[in-house]
């Protein structure tokens, strides 16, 4: 993930310029903070080193943490403070970050301490901009943090990389991270007062998991509107309700917007067409009737989450604040990831009901009773072949499983820290199992693609529409039409992969589409 060229951030006094995107993660963007956001971090790291050398107590400058806080530190033992505060704060445990999420929370701690309002000095922020311009990447374990007093764990084996502590992960190797630093040229900083604790307080653990749930949480939507589509050919399903006065009658954006994204995919389709007359249903079970009802609501839960999170991804989140202007510094509660939690809550729930729509889709094309006389699980020969018979059954497994993972984390709490800090927001596992779930979901509109397309060719000589003929192009060409009974686990996994890939949505035109409005 080297960098040639950084991805500069121009930072005002209120904030920064920058919308979080996805590109910035999946690319692996090296982002480096602009000239201007300077003079409002040397003056903080100047009231800081002013409030050092001073008589007052300030927390976390010259004095203890938490419980400690009470305890005064001799201005000799400043640098020392922050180094024992770094090593006693590793404490992370589980699976390491993925390469990408990590540098991505590089980024946004980049944006927190570039307000201005940490106390850290210049050199010390340059050389967390320098692990992203070089491709190093800390090795940071994803379990052990309550989301207050900010990401604490995973964000301390983040800083243990800057002080030559640690592990970390360059030219993809796992070495030592005063190793790393060294081949690449750099030096371990020693940190001044305040330092440490402006780099492990913060929710940008936290955050960066519930934008990389959002992120791929959005790609889901996109691929289950294109997927649905397929679907409703292939039970021969009426476009009716589709008809754009009906939502704008509803009124919700969300709705609106995933209707007219149906009716323009399925524009074209002969078999459509076929039983505009004549049909005797009357009605679509309402997996298919109200998809846009229903994965409309959750793209603008997804939608009301994005915002949240492009707000905390600007945020000033460490404690205390330098108020450079008000001549303080103050001891507040920012690091509390409360909002982080609620967000990555809506999207767990967004996640698991685009999966519950889907898996329904996915049961009405292999039933012959209601598939309007597709062959049973989609097998031209039944009985002597199962056909997606039990891949209809992963599918259901994997939305049961996504239920339960979508029950709310931010409800949960337990004191910490000998009850210094009595309520937590539990966002850090509320974001990371978002991962778990979009995987799953993948899996979920992968087979019920599998399905859609199996049975739209049985429509022949009858053919879907343009964009969607694009659509089962690409999956043919990953995965042949399924005739006997084969191993069907590599199936699986490469429809999930074309669905996480984003290659469906784009050749179907609405890639990035719904992510409007998001943030």
Known sequence: FKQKTAYEISLGLVGSEMCIRDSIWREGLAVCLGENAHTAIDAAAHAVAKAAAGDAAVYGVNTGFGKLASVRIKPEDTAKLQRNLILSHCCGVGDPMDVKTARLMIVLKLLSVGRGASGIRWETIELLQNLLASGITPLIPTQGSVGASGDLAPLAHMAATLIGEGEALFEGQRMKSAKALELAGLQPVVLGPKEGLGLINGTQFSTACALVGLFEAIRNAENAVVISCLSTDAIMGSTAPLEPAMHKLRGHAGQIDVASAMRSIMTGSEIRESHRDGDTRVQDPYCIRCQPQVTGAAL?????????????????????????????????????????????????????????????????????????????????????????????????????????????????????SANQEDHVSMAAHGALRLIRM??????????????????????????????????????????????????????????AELVKSGQIVDVCGIVGTLLESVG
């Open 300 to 416: 603008d839960l997804l939608r009301f989450a994005g915002r949240t999170l492009e707000i905390e991804a600007n945020a000033v989140s460490d404690n205390p604040l330098v108020l450079v202007k008000e001549d303080k510094i103050v001891s507040g509660g920012n690091f509390h990831a409360e909002p982080v939690a609620f967000a990555a809550d809506q999207i767990a729930l967004a996640i698991s009901e685009i999966g519950a729509i889907a898996q329904r889709r996915v049961a009405l094309m292999v039933d012959p009773t209601l598939s309007f006389d597709l062959p049973p699980f989609l097998t031209p020969e039944p009985g002597i072949n199962s056909g997606l018979m039990i891949a209809e059954v992963t599918t259901a497994a994997l939305m049961s499983e996504n239920k339960h993972l979508a029950n709310p984390c931010s409800t949960d709490s337990t004191p910490t």
């Open 438 to 495: 979009n995987d799953n979901l993948n899996v979920i509109l992968g087979v019920e693609m599998l399905c859609a397309v199996q049975g739209v060719e049985f429509r022949a000589p009858l053919r879907t529409s343009p964009t969607l003929q694009n659509a089962i192009a690409v999956l043919r060409d990953r995965i042949p039409a399924l005739a006997d009974d084969r191993f069907l686990s590599g199936d699986l996994t490469s429809a």
